[in-house]
């Protein structure tokens, strides 16, 4: 194998199952490129971003531009001198002038099968979207939204109860190996990208706040993938007497008795809730300022009567 000299870019703790691959690769890290510390928890003090924290933790040295144009920046990255810059979940657009500098440029690993679900939420799209199967790629990142030729993929089937959070995690293992293979390939010069097809495109955009909010007027099986697609971010909720409640993941029933959408429903077998179509079982329940609790809990605490709705 040929040794290469690294400098990785991410941020979130999905990227750190990558750092401790490439760290076990032989290939050497020169640095990590983060995004800048920032506020976080009651105190609002600065906080080193997941990556950041495993390179302190490794005495890799740290570099967090505020944008990776900023001269200082691309000064740096041009002494280090890096064979590559593997990316993963970085979080900022990278400049043409920032990707010309290594000499086998940057490549990203990114969470679906390019080139369905570009964007930032690859993985919360696929659930939320019914996908029966999605994966990892590799590929040479460029200035398009998640458009350059792609080196190699893995793949997973999306199980039935998985939330994004499951997804994620196994992606992130898995996508580890891939991406460490793939920069194997590349320094042995056996390494071959192939174009992206033109057909089978769709966007991930962020999901948002507001698209966490469960819609109880969907299907059941629409309101199922709704809230595991936004588990753990940006979390599932719903109002209950106008105060806003968060939902852990539900399970669909078929034979449930017949209720409206919204409509709440406590017997001994759970706490059912309304959709279009049958019912949904809650599971854990988090009421504002209070922690997550099963349902059955929640609903004696707040004594929920019949006929009362989910907003």
């Not at 930032?120 to 199967?133: C, S």
């Not at 939204?145 to 999306?158: A, N, Q, R, S």
């Not at 580890?176 to 033109?198: C, F």
């Not at 059912?272 to 049958?278: H, I, R, Y």
Request: include cysteine; hydrophobic fraction near 45%.
């Amino acid at each position: 194998m040929t040794r290469m000299r690294l400098v990785f870019a991410g941020t979130p703790a999905v990227a750190v199952p990558a750092l401790d691959a490439i760290a076990a690769s032989g290939h050497e890290l020169l640095a990590v490129v983060t995004r800048p510390d920032a506020p976080a928890g009651r105190g609002r003090g600065l906080v080193r971003s997941p990556v950041g924290a495993w390179a302190d933790a490794h005495g890799v040295e740290v570099l967090t531009p505020a944008r990776p144009r900023e001269p200082e920046f691309l000064d740096r990255l041009r002494e280090l001198a890096p064979d590559c810059v593997p990316v993963v979940a970085y979080g900022a657009l990278v400049p043409p002038v920032a990707l010309e500098i290594p000499a086998h440029g940057w490549i990203n690993l990114h969470f679906s099968l390019l080139p369905a679900w570009r964007g930032a939420a690859p993985v919360q799209h696929a659930v939320l979207h019914g996908d029966a199967l999605t994966g990892a790629s590799v590929f040479e990142l460029e200035e398009g939204l998640d458009t350059g030729p792609v080196y190699g993929t893995v793949t997973d089937e999306i199980r039935p109860a998985d939330t994004s959070g499951d997804l994620l995690e196994r992606l992130a293992h898995s996508g580890a190996g891939l991406l460490v293979a793939v920069l194997d390939a590349i320094g042995a010069g056996t390494a071959r990208a192939v174009p992206q097809p033109a057909d089978g495109v769709s966007l991930a955009p962020k999901l948002t706040v507001e698209d966490a909010r469960v819609r109880w007027g969907d299907p059941a099986f629409a309101v199922d993938r709704r809230i595991r697609a936004c588990t753990p971010a940006p979390g599932p909720w719903t109002t209950f007497r106008d105060d806003r409640v968060k939902l852990g993941p539900v399970t669909p029933v078929a034979d449930g008795p017949e209720l409206k959408p919204g409509e709440l429903h406590v017997a001994k077998s759970g706490v059912l809730v309304g959709t279009a179509t049958t019912p949904v079982r809650l599971g854990e329940v988090r009421a504002a300022g209070k922690k997550a609790m099963p349902a059955g809990d929640w609903a004696r605490g707040a004594r929920v009567t019949a006929g009362e709705v989910f907003a």
